[in-house]
Nanobody
Framework: QVQLVESGGGLVQAGGSLRLSCAASGGTFSNYAMGWFRQAPGKEREFVAGIRRSTPNTYYADSVKGRFTISRDNAKNAVYLQMNSLEPEDTAIYYC?????????????????????WGQGTQVTVSS
């Protein structure tokens, strides 16, 4: 079973950048496909970006494509989300998630129910 801890959130002005990190422990990290999700107040949790067991197999929500980049370092047991050109609409709690379902590693998964392990979240606030 893997444990996940996010960091790197904060307050940033529109147009700025942030880099989120997610540290994993307690499992063989390279066996897991990873994802980033976010949840804004009053809204459902939504998929942001995913990465299969190894790069460059990445995929994104249309709302962040071209602005956000997900990456992973299996040697450091970590996954990252580089967020550029941030917009007020990106304000949310961002969650790191992991799944060891084989089809997620092969094809990618964007549904929250496909992920078995979650971090506690990190707040990202983008001011206008």
């Amino acid at each position: 079973q893997v444990q996940l801890v996010e960091s790197g959130g904060g307050l940033v002005q529109a147009g700025g950048s942030l880099r989120l990190s997610c540290a994993a422990s307690g499992g063989t990290f390279s066996n897991y496909a990873m994802g980033w999700f976010r949840q804004a107040p009053g809204k459902e949790r939504e998929f942001v970006a995913g990465i299969r067991r190894s790069t460059p197999n990445t995929y994104y929500a249309d709302s962040v494509k071209g602005r956000f980049t997900i990456s992973r370092d299996n040697a450091k047991n970590a996954v990252y989300l580089q967020m550029n050109s941030l917009e007020p609409e990106d304000t949310a709690i961002y969650y790191c998630a992991a799944t060891n379902k084989g089809y997620c590693s092969a094809y990618g998964c964007s549904g929250s129910k496909e992920y078995d392990y979650w971090g506690q979240g990190t707040q990202v606030t983008v001011s206008s």
